[in-house]
């Protein structure tokens, strides 16, 4: 038998060789089949998949029965051109928290699915601009042509695709570029109690960016619309609304637009970032961002944690701020920098949400209370405050002559906290609580007076040199201004080209530096202390 079969495969040789060759080509015909069936699916996409009825609408909530197919997250359309977000899925309904009017919705209403995602449109136009949290223009100006639609939730970049964050972001607050250095592609923290300076420091650093071609995102989340027109103003006359773009998401607005706004926002910097481009996004604040969405999980009826947050919450966040990033060369080379504000309640950062957001970030600018009522503003605690990026994001320069400036401030505020209860102290100590006083003067800052990076530099050399030791108190204030105006003269000049030509602080740039403090010391010689004195 074994014989008869196989006379017959010789046999039947030619016509079975045939036949794998035409099952082949059969074979390449139905996977071309297949994946033209597949794109014929995707197609399918965006046409309504499944269709339900509404049960409850209330509250900017509505639950739905019937959407079997229904994803997290999806798009879902509703009668009337409204549209919600599928956010709760149960097994005999579905929570949906909607984006649009809802007060012509009733029980029994047809409700369909989209298959689609919620996306913003993004581009260049936007920048100038004040949108909503779907970026649609509320400043009363024709929408802008959108460049491309970005998803609202994006899962973060990979380790792969990252670059190292070693370039600055030079937020013009001598205080942080000196001491707490930032670099793009990072997230740090500006956390501390109502009222202290927190926007103000993110409004200075978009007003330093006006040189810096970094491109700039504000988002404000709960805040009251006087402060939105307020921002706009202040960004129109220092000329940085140009390259800003406001989200607005106000108090009046509903939780789920305060929610969304963050992301959408992100969106928007993640579409400057695979362009090649550097962004920086400022989340004001994300303390009212965990409020609203603590509301709208209790509307869905999701179970409540501590402080009644649902167990999502540092999730909300991660997913947010981790989409942060510096890409390599090889996928664009862009960069997003976070901001987060966090707002404290009588500067407690153990609690829920501060320490969440804190575990988040790559370090923290801490505001202290009793620094801004004592004059110190900004009232950045040296000692509280870190930067995990660190002198990576400093330009050589800047990380040689700030040096020991944090530590040394650090040491003078517990000094001087000890000191007041002594009167006998000696000379190393008088000496370093006067050094400490004037490194302090220094530090102090108006929101509105970013000052560039080189001139930083000046002016933090000439008081760590001692060239300001002799600089009564009390004047350190007008010193600190003739010696900013003296760096706009020509000799000032010249200064800062070397600076910049030099890049390292070699002894001709030190000489170069002592003949200016010398004649800046002729100018301001009626500040000194008088030897009566």
Known sequence: MGSSTTSRLRENLPALVKLSKEGIIMAKKIDNLSLLKKIENYQDINKPRSVGEIISVGDGVAYVSGLTDVMMSELVEFPGNTFGLALNLLPDSVGIVLLDDYEHLNEGD??????????????DEFMGRVVNALAVPIDGLPAPTPADHFPVENIAPGVITREKVNKPVQTGIVAIDAMIPLGRGQREL????????????????????????????????GQKRSFV?????????????EYTTIFAATASDPASMQFLAPYAATALGEYYASKGEDALIIYDDLSKHAWAYRELSLLLKRPSGREAYPGDVFYLHSRLLER?????????????????????????????????????????????ADLFHSGFKPPVNAGLSVSRVGGDAQIKLMKKVAGKMRLDLAQYRELAAFAQFSSDLDEKTKAQLDRGARVSEILKQGWDEPIEVYRQIILVWLVTSGYADKIELKNMAEWKKSALIFTDSEEGQKLIG????????????????ATFASHLQDLTNHLTITSES
Do not use: H, W
């Open 190 to 221: 500006i956390i501390g109690d109502r009222g202290i300076g927190k926007s103000s420091i993110a409004i200075t650093t978009i007003i330093n960016q006006r040189q810096e071609n970094l491109k700039c995102i504000y988002v404000a989340i």
């Open 324 to 368: 942060s990033i510096r890409l390599n060369k090889k996928y664009g080379g862009g960069s997003l920098t976070g901001l987060p504000i966090i707002e404290t309640q009588a500067g407690d950062v153990s609690a829920y949400i501060p320490t969440n957001v804190i575990s988040i970030t790559d370090g923290q600018i801490y505001l202290e």
């Open 110 to 123: 047809t409700v369909s699915t989209t298959g689609r995602v919620l996306s913003v449109p993004v581009g």
């Open 498 to 513: 070397s600076l910049k030509e030099e890049g390292e602080l070699t002894d001709s740039l030190t000489k170069k530096l």
């Open 229 to 241: 027109a307020q921002l706009v103003n202040t960004l129109t006359k220092f000329g940085a609304m």
